[in-house]
């Protein structure tokens, strides 16, 4: 069944335009990522499909009476309400019920309440609360009577996701739901959404998940869209066969064009003497030939500063704020080349402990002795700030106009600007007219291009498209400097790192050999092994309450206690029968609301009996 259908739209901006004729569908159940690089256009088109921007060309279709939630990068909250009012302030039929009849029983009106148990019932809705809990919960939004206007910008984010996700749509839009989650989130959503019977459509830089979740992927692509009907490997895969192919297609239309021109060339100047017809040949070959293919490989063969022996010691730290202990008695000796990745809940340290490093941030104990020939390299969260008439070519310059490489050899500023997917034609452009993530990558380009030895980035990957990342990730893995990460994307963690410090929060910090995801397993095994151990000693625990040692010693069952047991069959028996009957009784249509009232408050009481009754028989059964 068709839930969307996008025919033939065109966006532009100015002269610019951001994609031009495409058209695509989305069926039920299906789970749509869009990929593009960063300034293609993916948040325009999400805004365009909501009807929140305008289309200059082309028709957008949604099914008759489909329920879509879309969530933007900018939350769109009233800074008025409680998390908890924001959640439920969907103009959505179950959670109306639900808030009526928190309202009703707060104030203690009895006619307001039945009427809203009424409709909870109606709607199946009982679940809605219960499910509210979970998610607000997961996301760490315990405190659910704060104000909006009071939450940081992570928590915001939170909310606008937990209001989404509450709302079960038909239709869900999602604009990077992953951002500002810690990784517990992230693998908690990635579950979520998997199973979920919403059909999506999202925009996503996290690869793992777009592995996982997603079985069709939408590239856009110089200004036209591509469908893989795949997830990401598939995406992959397709990719580069597409590029191999555009490859041929577009070397052979130089061989053709250089036949043609030398043709061309010979020709009278009357353009009444030529064919017209290989005339506009020419032209069209001229343009195929022209393309040009965009890769997102980096081989930059930098001469850096040698690192010496002695590089980063850390001796005995210890840090706190008040009673909030970041770090305790912690000691590491960096080597050449170490690679750390730092994981760990928010508010655990991870960016306090960089700063200690960097002599940011002073440290309450111990000391750090940073070797002779270290040069870092440090790249933050915070955004790139330049005046406003800086071009992109002079941010890059003002660092330096060449980078040395191997033999002699120099990258200049422009030629490093376009390995890292700014072509030509943008580095005259103002910064204040670059996306948020070109921005970011512009300011991750001001770190490299001065050649540091010892890298240490905190959320590289956030608003960067997978296609800067595999650029990133492919300068990282020629680095030959020490490098400490810290990042919640796993994908990128997993290629880039070679243990782990994990902070674990109070203080504590656990070195852990090996990638994101091997540390993973290791703590679901120990979870696991916990939750087995935790059932054993519940089961042990109830044995020894059920079966005290004089009633161990007994081999049988006293007269009294054989009576009992006998009796309690038929007891049994006739309260499974009154369930039955009650049941029945609420599920009638034609019941009244006093009999239903009655009904459900008498059920619980006989749930409560048959339960202790049950529990009794059993304890006896052992003995018969």
């Not at 900018?74 to 309202?103: G, M, Q």
């Not at 830089?205 to 110089?222: G, S």
């Not at 690192?307 to 008695?329: C, P, Q, S, V, Y």
Request: hydrophobic fraction near 40%; charged fraction near 35%.
């Amino acid at each position: 069944m068709n839930f969307l259908s996008v025919e033939n739209i065109t966006k532009s901006f100015g002269d610019r335009v951001i994609f031009q004729d495409i058209t695509f569908g989305i069926d039920q159940g299906q789970k749509v990522a869009i990929v593009a690089k960063n300034g293609a256009g993916k948040t325009t088109l999400l805004r365009c499909l909501t009807g929140l921007d305008t289309l200059d060309e082309g028709r957008v279709v949604f099914r008759n009476d489909l329920r879509m939630v879309f969530m933007e990068q900018s939350e769109d909250l009233n800074p008025e309400h409680t998390i908890l009012e924001e959640v439920f302030s969907h103009d959505l039929p179950e959670l109306r019920a639900i808030k009526a009849y928190n309202k009703a029983t707060s104030v203690n009106d009895e006619e307001a309440v039945q009427k809203a148990f009424e409709q909870i019932s109606e709607l199946n809705a009982w679940d809605v609360e219960v499910r509210v809990s979970q998610i607000l919960s997961v996301l760490k939004l315990d405190h659910t009577d704060m104000q909006i206007q009071n939450l940081s910008g992570g928590q915001k984010k939170r909310v606008a996701l937990a209001k989404v996700l509450i709302a079960e749509p038909d239709f869900l839009i999602l604009d990077e739901p992953t951002n500002h989650l810690d990784l517990d989130m992230i693998e908690w959503l990635e579950d979520y959404l998997s199973k979920s019977k919403s059909t999506i459509l999202m925009v996503t830089h996290d690869r793992y998940f777009l592995e996982v979740v997603c079985d069709t992927i939408l590239e856009l692509d110089n200004k036209t869209l591509y469908r893989y009907k795949g997830n990401f490997s598939y995406f992959l895969e397709k990719k580069a066969e597409r590029e191999e192919q555009f490859e041929s297609t577009v070397e052979k239309a130089k061989n053709q064009f250089r036949k043609e021109l030398e043709w061309m060339r010979r020709q009278p100047k009357a353009r009444g003497t030529k064919q017209k017809a290989r005339i506009e040949a020419f032209h069209d070959t001229k343009k195929v030939a022209h393309q040009r293919l965009d890769k997102d490989e980096l081989d930059i063969p930098v001469k850096m500063e040698r690192l010496g022996t002695k590089i980063l010691e850390l001796h005995r730290l210890g840090k706190a704020f008040g009673e909030k202990k970041i770090l305790n008695d912690f000691t590491y000796i960096f080597k050449r080349q170490e690679r750390v990745g730092i994981v760990g809940n928010n508010g655990t340290g991870k960016s306090t402990f960089l700063n200690m490093i960097l002599e940011k941030e002073p440290v309450d104990k111990g000391k750090i002795v940073v070797g002779e020939t270290v040069v870092f390299g440090y790249y933050n969260q915070e955004q790139l700030v330049v005046e406003d008439d800086k071009k992109v070519i002079d941010v890059i310059r003002d660092v330096a106009e060449f980078i040395p490489l191997e033999k002699g050899r120099q990258l200049s500023a422009a030629h490093f600007l376009e390995k890292f997917l700014f072509p030509r034609d943008m580095h005259y452009n103002f910064v204040h007219k670059l996306s948020g993530g070109e921005k970011r990558r512009l300011k991750l380009m001001t770190v490299l291009m001065k050649n540091p030895n010892f890298l240490i980035l905190d959320e590289p990957t956030n608003d960067l498209d997978i296609f800067v990342m595999a650029v990133l990730e492919e300068y990282l893995r020629s680095f030959e400097g020490c490098l400490i990460v810290v990042s919640h994307d796993r994908y990128f963690m997993d290629k880039m790192v070679d243990h782990l410090f994990v902070f674990e929060g109070k203080g504590e910090v656990k070195d852990i050999i090996g990638n994101y995801s091997e540390y993973r397993k290791q703590q679901k095994q120990v979870a696991s092994a916990e939750r087995q151990e935790e059932k054993k000693l519940a089961e042990e625990t109830v044995v020894e309450a059920v079966e005290p040692a004089e009633l161990k010693e007994k081999k049988k069952l006293s007269y009294k206690e054989q009576k009992e047991y006998e009796s309690l069959e038929g007891e049994i028996e006739q309260l499974e029968a009154k369930k039955e009957e009650l049941t029945v009784i609420l599920s009638a249509a034609d019941s009244s609301n006093e009999a239903i009232m009655k009904a459900g408050e008498e059920l619980a009481k006989v749930v409560a009996e048959l339960d202790d009754k049950t529990n009794r028989w059993l304890e006896l059964s052992e003995f018969v």
